[in-house]
């Protein structure tokens, strides 16, 4: 039988066993708590045990305003308070619409504070800088994240939508390693393929937490995307007998690097359908094809 590239196995994000699947609340924007949670405990249910959510997530896409997805969720865990000790809890600070980033200490001390309020927890497990804040000097940013964790506030520490070089500049400078980045990877963006970004994982022991693994739904639209891309991944699916989501999924885990793929599907069966990325079968053949159909031109 030939190898497959996937890893299904569970990623270690610092002391934390997580699940190759996570569940991410960017789309969390039910009126419904009933219906939020059991959105949840599917996930949950599903291995998707890491919950990755923002202090930002419900200002756009349909949300009633900043905070609004935290909120949500921490009425969720207070309806059922088992659910927290099922989940390792993710979220992120550092985007202050409309200025737009703000990782000074005055603010992002805030910005935990209030993430902690909202989500109705005393401690978030891996805190994030949602994007760079330019004009903060990354030890400022360093010194805070370790205040925050020595205050017991959260445990441990991430970045998402930073370059390798900005990566490495705040890594500098905190006295514990970083545990994740959080790139857009899927077979419609290959940037963290090109731009140091896995490499860097790999160097570290930093998890990879993929957003946008479906390009925004672009990958089953085929809006702005290469038909011969999705002509593709349309031929594995038929191939593995599963539906072209779980080839975008399983493309996301092949790399060596063993990222989690993020999905903010908003429905239990489509989170369900996606777990058979797991038992996909692509090859080195497989994903080199695909990422030729992306880019459009044959690898040198």
């Given amino acids: 039988m030939t190898d497959s590239l996937i890893n299904p196995r569970p990623r270690s994000l610092g002391p934390f066993e997580i699940g190759p699947l996570a569940f991410g609340c960017w789309r969390l924007t039910t009126d419904s708590v009933d219906d939020a949670r059991a959105l949840v405990e599917t996930a949950l249910d599903l291995g998707m045990n890491l919950v990755d959510n923002a202090d930002v ?7 009633s305003g900043f905070g609004a997805n935290e909120e949500l969720l921490g009425r969720v865990l207070a309806s059922a308070p088992g659910l927290r000790e099922r989940m390792v809890l993710s979220t992120k600070g550092g985007i202050l619409p409309p200025v737009p980033y703000d990782s000074s ?41 370790a205040s925050l964790r020595e205050k017991g506030k959260i445990r441990e520490v991430g970045i998402s939508n930073h370059t390798p070089a900005q990566h490495e500049a705040l890594a500098a400078h905190l006295p514990f390693p970083l545990v994740s980045t959080q790139p857009e990877y899927s077979p419609a963006v290959l940037d963290p393929l090109r731009d140091g970004t896995f490499d860097l994982c790999m160097r570290d022991g930093v998890v990879p937490l993929a957003w946008s693994p479906l390009g925004g739904g672009r990958l089953l639209s085929g809006d702005g995307v290469r038909p011969e891309l999705i002509a593709t991944l349309a031929e594995l699916a038929e191939r593995e007998r599963v539906d072209r989501a779980a080839i975008c999924i399983a493309f996301v885990l092949a790399h060596p690097s063993a990222p989690v793929a993020i999905l903010g599907t908003q429905t239990p069966a489509r989170l369900e359908a996606a777990t058979a990325a797991l038992g996909v079968t692509l090859t080195r053949e497989d994903v080199y094809r695909v990422i030729q159909d992306s880019e459009g031109v044959p690898l040198p």
């Fill in 57 to 63: 997530y419900g200002f756009d896409w349909g949300g």
């Fill in 105 to 145: 200490a005055a603010y992002l001390e805030a910005a935990c504070d209030a993430s902690l309020a909202r989500l109705q927890t005393d401690v978030i497990d891996v805190y994030q800088i949602h994007r760079p804040d330019m004009l903060t000097h990354p030890a400022e940013v360093a010194a805070t994240l």
